[in-house]
C-alpha cells in the first residue's frame, strides 16, 4: 500500500501528475491521438516512477525496523547484500557499524564483569588486614594490657598499614596502566644500571637468608622505560626470592640478538606446578605454593608493565628446580 505519509514521494506525486496534466493540455491543442498518447505515456512513468520508489522505502523502511531491533538489545543482524547502488552500500555501512558497537557492548559487559571480580577480590584483600587491625586496637585499650604484647600488636599494626598501602599503591599503578594513562618513555641505557636498582632493595634480605645471586653480561645495552622495567623486574625477584630455600641462587643473565634483548631471572627454590603454571601472570591468582601474604597481583603488574613497552614475558618451572622468567625487550615494537 502506498504510504503518503512520505513528504518526498507526495511531491514526486503531485509533481508527476502535474507535468501529466501540462502535457494533455498541449495535446488538447494538437490532436486527440497525441492527447491519449501522452496520457498513457504519463501514465506509465508515473507507474515506474511509483513503483521505484515504494522499491527504495520499504528497503529504508526495513532498515529503520533493523535499527530498531538493535537498539531493543538484539544481538548483530546480518543485511549485508552484494548487489550494487547507494541502498546497498549503505546496508553494508549500517551492518559494519552496528557490528563494531555490538562487539564494544560485549567488551563492555566483560570489563564490568571483571570489574565487578576485581572490587571483589580488592574488598576480601582489604578486609582480612583491616579486621586484624580492628581487633588489636580494641586490645590496645585495655590498660592491663601488658607491654611486651602492647608493643607486639604496635608492630603488627604497622606492618598491615605498610601492606595495604603496597596493596592500594600496586591497584592504582594497575588500574593506570589497563586505562593506559601510563606513557612508557623507552631510552637506550645500560642493563647493569636497571639491574642494581631491581636488586638493591632486596640486598640485606638476600644476605640474611644466605641467599647468593649472580649477574651475566650486565654490560649490555637495552631500550626499555628504566623505571618501569625496574618494577616489572623487582616483582619477580621478590617472587624468586620468597621460593627459594636459605642457602639458594639466584641467577640474573642478560641476552642480545638482533630483534630483542632478554633479561632471563632464574631461582633454584620450589618451582611452579603444572597446575598454576599458565596462571602465574593472571590478577590475583595465588598458586599452591604462594605465601599467605600473597595478593597475587605482583607478577601480573610485572606482566602489563612489559606488555605496554611492546614487551613479552613469559615463565618456565620444575616443580622442585626453580622457575626461569624470560623479559623479552623488542628494539621495534612488534
Known amino acids: 500500500m502506498i504510504s503518503l505519509r512520505n513528504k518526498e514521494l507526495r511531491r514526486a506525486i503531485i509533481l508527476s501528475i502535474v507535468t501529466i496534466l501540462a502535457f494533455i493540455l498541449i495535446?488538447?491543442?494538437a490532436k486527440e491521438k497525441i492527447v491519449l498518447l501522452l496520457f498513457l505515456q504519463g501514465v506509465a512513468l508515473l507507474t515506474i516512477f511509483i513503483t521505484f520508489t515504494l522499491g527504495r522505502y520499504y528497503l529504508a523502511k526495513n532498515l529503520s525496523t533493523y535499527?530498531?531491533?538493535?537498539?531493543q538489545g538484539e544481538p548483530s543482524l546480518d543485511i549485508r547484500d552484494n548487489e550494487e547502488g547507494e541502498l546497498s552500500i549503505l546496508k553494508n555501512e549500517i551492518y559494519k557499524v552496528t557490528s563494531m558497537l555490538s562487539e564494544y557492548n560485549e567488551k563492555l559487559l566483560s570489563d564490568k564483569k571483571r570489574l565487578a571480580d576485581h572490587m571483589a577480590d580488592i574488598s576480601h584483600q582489604l578486609k582480612t588486614p583491616l579486621t586484624s587491625m580492628m581487633v588489636m586496637t580494641d586490645l590496645l585499650q585495655d590498660d592491663n594490657l601488658p607491654d611486651v604484647k602492647r608493643k607486639e600488636f604496635v608492630s603488627k599494626i604497622s606492618s598491615q598499614l605498610k601492606r595495604i598501602e603496597w596493596l592500594v599503591s600496586s591497584l592504582l599503578t594497575i588500574s593506570k596502566l589497563d586505562a593506559g594513562v601510563i606513557e612508557m618513555k623507552p631510552a637506550t641505557v645500560l642493563s647493569k644500571d636497571v639491574i642494581d636498582a631491581s636488586l638493591e632493595p632486596f640486598l640485606i634480605n638476600l644476605e640474611l637468608r644466605d641467599i647468593t645471586y649472580k649477574v651475566t653480561g650486565s654490560n649490555k645495552i637495552i631500550r626499555c622505560d628504566s623505571y618501569w622495567t625496574r618494577e616489572a623486574m623487582?616483582?619477580?625477584?621478590k617472587n624468586c626470592i620468597e621460593h627459594t630455600p636459605r642457602g639458594g641462587h639466584l641467577d640474573i643473565l642478560v641476552d642480545d640478538n638482533p630483534l630483542y634483548s632478554e633479561i632471563i631471572i632464574q631461582d633454584n627454590g620450589s618451582g611452579i606446578t603444572k597446575k598454576d603454571l599458565p596462571y602465574i601472570f593472571t590478577r590475583f591468582y595465588r598458586g599452591t605454593n604462594s605465601s599467605k601474604d600473597s595478593v597475587g597481583i605482583g607478577l601480573s603488574m610485572s606482566k602489563?608493565?612489559?606488555?605496554?613497552?611492546?614487551?613479552d614475558i613469559s615463565v618456565e618451572s620444575e616443580l622442585g628446580k626453580g622457575s626461569?622468567?624470560?623479559?623479552?625487550?623488542?628494539?621495534?615494537?612488534v
Open 27 to 29: 495535446g488538447l491543442l
Open 234 to 237: 623487582i616483582n619477580i625477584i
Open 324 to 333: 626461569r622468567f624470560h623479559i623479552k625487550l623488542y628494539k621495534t615494537v
Open 304 to 311: 602489563s608493565i612489559i606488555q605496554s613497552q611492546g614487551g
Open 67 to 71: 535499527l530498531r531491533r538493535i537498539r
